[in-house]
């Protein structure tokens, strides 16, 4: 009896030269990638910033005219926003080098007729390869020979199933389509789950089925994010009114006054107030802390922005197998004699009429499986009937059946203790189980109605029989050995259906959950997926994912124009028997329709879509170095959960980032009015550049830190996403960091007029104003503090970074008024107590008036 698929023997392969040669001139075996980002580049792509050339370029004026101090501050402060930059960008690089599998499957092949283990990069066209379970197809290949050969291609079909294989005569000298059962073809990348075999390669690298899905990645152009955006086109705008007003500003102090140095110097001390440089430092540390924050929860940040992008995605596609699911079976049904017996991994105790048909789908079974189901039907068989006489561990295996292409189904020979008989064990496709049997047709009807109301179900569905072959009946006199008598075929033998087995993908633990978090929080959920609508309707089901518009196959797909397919997909959320391509298509309708799009997956046929969408999220531990590349985060456990805190990060950080835009705003228009108006009104300079530097390169930076350190707001998955065409720079924001600004900036300005008057000299009445505007910024921190929040409620928040900024502000200000040569430095003269009590209490009386305004709604909410 032939077992094998085929016996022909084995060709000697490709000889060591010729595989040289070949590896020389066609590359290696590898897939495309995208290379790591190396610092010089990270480097330039961070000084190309407007905002820092601009500072870059004041630096070196400072430079220029002799005053080291204030252009060592100014150029010292931008190679610490360089520096931060590139160590989260290169320690993320690295963290995804970590995470990557082993550099290079190993495969054996046949070289000069040995069989050679080498690594895979080095397999070349034409190589014989040998494959048995467990291994990682290396390269796109056609069956010369296998044995009861099951592979697993869900990495490009994203069926969980495995499919069995089977040679051709004449032997293709092209390859296939992947999935389908009974093909010769193995896929680079799929996995071997039983048997074993040789194959013939035929593509390599790029010219494989996942080669082929990497070069697509390529030809999607990755856009940055609205932040990006935004922040881009508010800093032009910005550089543009500063570089005016600052040459504005130099001609009439020169003009008036007939000193154009100190023109140049106000000009430059202008335009250092105006440019908002804590723009670079708020969206490095926001975005680079909320990576480290989000690492915490394991998920890798390939892309930083992408956190912010997350927290504004109104959609998320997901694929089902092994992101919804665990790509890992479990029995979930038992049918026998009529009887319908649901389980799952808790049960420990089956009635007795359903013992039979789990024993003999066990005895059907190899015994250490490799194959998903049959891992299944052991770990089922080892909770349920362990306690039993239904487990037959003593039992020797004579023979066995392979599935083949013209039966589904594989039966097994068992010798009985008595040695007087053989107990066949037979599992398969429950039509093939039929046929064994041979059933009636009304027999037949009765069983595919159950079958269909299995499947219906999304379970994967098996028949079970067994059958009894007495050994003295049928052994020749010349045999040598016990399978002499066995029959040639399954067929042979008086099989009994014993019922079926239905195995289920559970769905992974907290997706439901996270699924109906991501609900409340106003997005909505769309599984794309490769599998069969009854499966995929299955899943959804039990994962609370409703589907008002009902199933959308890929045929569907494929007869829509996108015009069309746009009208349809606002009501559909189930998307099944999807090729990458349409995954991808799916992606780039929902964008044009003005969709912020998250996809997850872990496939190379999820890399395109991956890295077509606004964030592509990987699964890390089964996901591929394809997908993880195409992604901008990674799921470093693969928990499908680390979406919502995810998003509730991003939220967060678009939260924060909107408090610190309204300080940052609110503290300028104070620093801009003092630069401005003593000049224009022919008043002595109030503000010197070393006064800007410290409330911009160590009070309003060092902010940063306290509002990315804000917890988030209470209601923060309770609100629909952002409009997708809202801008961060609402006006709300900015009117209310410009109003709170006016109000500190007539308390400052009102002071130093007030102790002119008095007849205090310049540099003690510059003490005063200094002073103000130093409280004055400190009470902004706690007015800017919570969205929702009262002043005394968001004074009583916890944020140890809060008291460090407060504390290090007013030892600075109190450094600078009370000792000799930091006054001087400062151009504070000698300022007396009570003068400057009182203008931190004015500051304090209008931070206090502000607080009330803004609790009584008066004040725009940012």
């Not at 089977?166 to 996995?191: E, H, Y």
Request: with cysteine.
């Amino acid at each position: 009896m032939n077992m094998a698929t085929n016996d022909a023997p084995i060709p000697s392969g490709l000889t060591a030269q010729a595989a040289a040669e070949r590896l020389l001139s066609e590359g290696g075996n590898e897939l495309p990638s995208t290379k790591p980002r190396n610092i010089a580049a990270i480097a330039w792509k961070v000084v190309s910033e407007p905002m820092l050339l601009l500072l870059i370029a004041c630096g070196g004026i400072y430079l220029l005219l002799g005053d080291k101090h204030e252009a060592m501050v100014l150029l010292g402060f931008v190679f610490v926003i360089i520096g931060i930059t590139l160590f989260q960008e290169h320690k993320t690089e690295r963290a995804l080098e970590a995470l990557r599998d082993l550099s290079s499957p190993r495969a054996l092949v046949i070289r000069d007729g040995v069989q050679t283990r080498i690594a895979g990069r080095e397999v070349v066209r034409g190589d014989i390869i040998m494959l048995s379970e467990g291994d990682r197809v290396p390269a796109d290949a056609v069956l010369l020979s296998c044995m009861n050969m099951t592979v697993d291609e869900s990495l490009l079909t994203g069926e969980s199933v495995p499919v069995s294989k089977a040679i051709a005569n004449p032997v293709p000298d092209t390859m296939g389509q992947a999935g389908g059962d009974a093909l010769p073809f193995v896929f680079s990348g799929s996995l071997v789950v039983q048997g074993k075999g040789s194959a013939q390669v035929l593509s390599i690298g790029t010219e494989t089925a996942i080669g082929q899905i990497g070069k697509a990645l390529f030809a999607v152009e990755e856009q940055p994010t609205r932040m990006q955006k935004e922040t881009a086109h508010v800093v032009k705008i910005v550089a543009i009114a500063a570089v005016a007003l600052a040459v504005f500003l130099a001609i009439w102090y020169g003009a008036t006054r007939g000193e154009w140095l100190n023109g140049l110097l106000v000009g430059i001390t202008f335009a250092m107030a105006v440019i908002p440089e804590e723009m670079p430092i708020v969206l490095t540390l926001f975005l680079g802390l909320g990576a480290w924050r989000i690492s915490r929860q394991r998920v890798l940040t390939r892309r930083i922005p992408a956190i912010e992008t997350l927290g504004s995605a109104t959609v998320l596609c997901v694929d089902k197998t092994g992101t919804l699911t665990q790509n890992r079976m479990a029995v979930a049904q038992l049918f026998s004699a009529g009887k319908q017996l649901a389980c799952d991994e808790t049960t420990r105790a089956l009635p007795e009429d359903f013992h039979e048909v789990l024993e003999y789908a066990i005895l059907a079974s190899h015994r250490d499986p490799f194959d998903p189901m049959e891992v299944a039907i052991q770990e089922a068989g080892v909770a349920m009937l362990g306690q039993t006489e239904h487990l037959h561990d003593s039992w020797g295996l004579v023979n066995e059946y392979p599935l083949s292409k013209e039966l589904l189904a594989m039966s097994r020979v068992w010798e009985s203790q008595d040695r007087e008989h053989y107990v066949i064990a037979s599992k398969g496709a429950p039509e093939a189980i039929a046929d064994l049997c041979h059933l009636s047709d009304q027999q037949i009807i009765a069983l595919t109605a159950q079958v269909n109301l299995m499947a219906g179900q999304g379970l994967r569905v098996l028949g079970v029989a067994k059958a009894i072959f007495l050994a003295h009946t049928a052994r020749p006199q010349n045999s040598t050995t016990a399978t002499d008598q066995l029959p040639e075929i399954q067929h042979d033998f008086d099989f009994e259906l014993l019922g079926l087995i239905g195995l289920a993908d559970p769905v992974r633990p907290g997706v439901t959950a996270a699924i109906k978090e991501c609900q409340s929080a106003g997005i909505r959920v769309i599984m794309i997926t490769g599998d069969y609508p009854a499966t995929a309707l299955s899943i959804a089901t039990q994962c609370g994912l409703f589907s008002a518009g009902g199933v959308m196959s890929g045929a569907d797909l494929h007869s829509l124009s996108d015009a069309q397919l746009q009208g349809r997909i606002r009501d559909v959320n189930i998307f099944c028997r999807v090729v990458p391509e349409q995954k991808l298509r799916l992606v780039n309708v929902l964008k044009n329709a003005g969709e912020i799009v998250a996809m997850t997956g872990d496939g190379v046929n999820d890399a395109p879509a991956l890295k077509a969408a606004h964030i592509g999220v990987a699964m890390g531990k089964r996901g591929t170095d394809v997908a993880r590349e195409s992604a901008a985060l990674v799921l470093l456990d693969d928990d499908f959960s680390a979406i919502v805190a995810a998003v509730k990060l991003g939220r967060r950080i678009f939260d924060n980032l909107r408090k610190t835009i309204s300080f940052i705003i609110a503290a300028h228009v104070p620093v801009i009015g003092m630069s401005l108006i003593p000049v224009m009104m022919g008043w002595p300079v109030v503000l010197m550049p070393v006064h800007i530097l410290v409330l911009q390169l160590i009070i309003d930076p060092t902010c940063s830190l306290v509002f990315e350190a804000e917890t988030e707001e209470p209601d923060v998955m309770q609100r629909a996403p952002r409009a997708t065409d809202a801008s961060i720079f609402e006006r709300p924001i900015l009117l209310s960091g410009a109003l709170q600004g006016l109000a500190l900036l007539a308390t400052v300005l009102a002071i130093f007029w007030l102790a002119r008057q008095a007849g205090i000299a310049d540099e003690p009445a510059r003490a005063l104003a200094f002073t103000s505007m130093v409280v004055g910024n400190i009470g902004l921190i706690f007015i800017n503090r919570s969205l929702s929040r009262n002043l005394l409620e968001a004074i009583s928040l916890p944020n140890p970074a809060l008291w460090l900024v407060c504390g290090s502000a007013l030892l600075i200000l109190a450094a600078s008024l009370l000792v000799p040569t930091l006054s001087g430095l400062f151009y504070f003269g000698h300022p007396a107590a009570m003068p400057v009590a009182l203008s931190a209490l004015a500051s304090a009386a209008c931070i206090a008036l502000l607080a009330l305004v803004k609790s009584r709604g008066y004040l725009p909410a940012s």
